[in-house]
C-alpha cells in the first residue's frame, strides 16, 4: 500500500512552489539538466524521497529496463573521509552483496542515462572531515556527471554557512 506524502520543493532560483514528483519528472526529462541538489532541514524528508524515487524508477526499470534507468541510492553516511568515486560505487556494491562491479562499465552506464544515481546525506559524509576535504569530496561526487548522466545529491541546508557558500559549492545543481 503507499503511503508516501508527497511533498512540494521551493525551486533555487525561480523560488517556485512544486510538487516535487512533477519537478522530479520535468528534470529527469531535460536532456540539459543532469545534476539536481536536494537540500532541505533535519527532518524534512530528503532521504525519504531520494528512497521513493529510487523505489519509482526501480518498478520502472523491472517493468521496462529498455525503455526506463536503473536507480542506485547510494548512502554516504558511512562515507568519512576523503573518498575517490571509484571506491564509493564498489564498495556500495559489495555491500549490497554484488563483489565484481566493474567501475568503468558502471560509470560508461550512467554517462549515458541507463543509470541514475542517488547520493543521499552528502552532509553526514562530512560531518566528521576538513572544510578543504569535503570541496574536494564533492567535486569527485560530481566528476562522474557528464553526456547524459542524472545524479541527485541530498543535503541538510545548515551543512552551508550562507547561500554565498552554498552557491560556491553547489553551483547551478
Known amino acids: 500500500?503507499?503511503?508516501?506524502?508527497?511533498?512540494?520543493?521551493?525551486?533555487?532560483?525561480?523560488?517556485?512552489?512544486?510538487?516535487?514528483?512533477?519537478?522530479?519528472?520535468?528534470?529527469?526529462?531535460?536532456?540539459?539538466?543532469?545534476?539536481?541538489?536536494?537540500?532541505?532541514?533535519?527532518?524534512?524528508?530528503?532521504?525519504?524521497?531520494?528512497?521513493?524515487?529510487?523505489?519509482?524508477?526501480?518498478?520502472?526499470?523491472?517493468?521496462?529496463?529498455?525503455?526506463?534507468?536503473?536507480?542506485?541510492l547510494i548512502e554516504l553516511k558511512n562515507v568519512r573521509k576523503a573518498v575517490d568515486l571509484p571506491s564509493i560505487i564498489i564498495r556500495h556494491f559489495r555491500d549490497m552483496g554484488i563483489p565484481d562491479v566493474n567501475y568503468s562499465r558502471f560509470e560508461y552506464l550512467v554517462q549515458k542515462g541507463k543509470i541514475i544515481l542517488f547520493f543521499d546525506a552528502f552532509d553526514e559524509m562530512a560531518e566528521k572531515i576538513e572544510w578543504d576535504t569535503t570541496k574536494e569530496n564533492f567535486r569527485e561526487l560530481r566528476s562522474i556527471v557528464r553526456e547524459d548522466a542524472k545524479v541527485i545529491l541530498t543535503c541538510r541546508t545548515h551543512f552551508f554557512i550562507n547561500r554565498e557558500e552554498q552557491a560556491t559549492i553547489l553551483g547551478n545543481a
Open 1 to 72: 500500500e503507499d503511503r508516501f506524502i508527497r511533498p512540494n520543493l521551493l525551486t533555487d532560483i525561480s523560488r517556485e512552489n512544486k510538487k516535487a514528483l512533477d519537478y522530479f519528472s520535468e528534470w529527469c526529462a531535460d536532456n540539459k539538466k543532469n545534476h539536481l541538489t536536494i537540500l532541505g532541514d533535519l527532518g524534512t524528508g530528503k532521504s525519504t524521497l531520494a528512497t521513493f524515487l529510487s523505489w519509482q524508477l526501480g518498478k520502472s526499470y523491472a517493468h521496462n529496463p529498455l525503455r526506463h534507468p536503473a536507480p542506485v
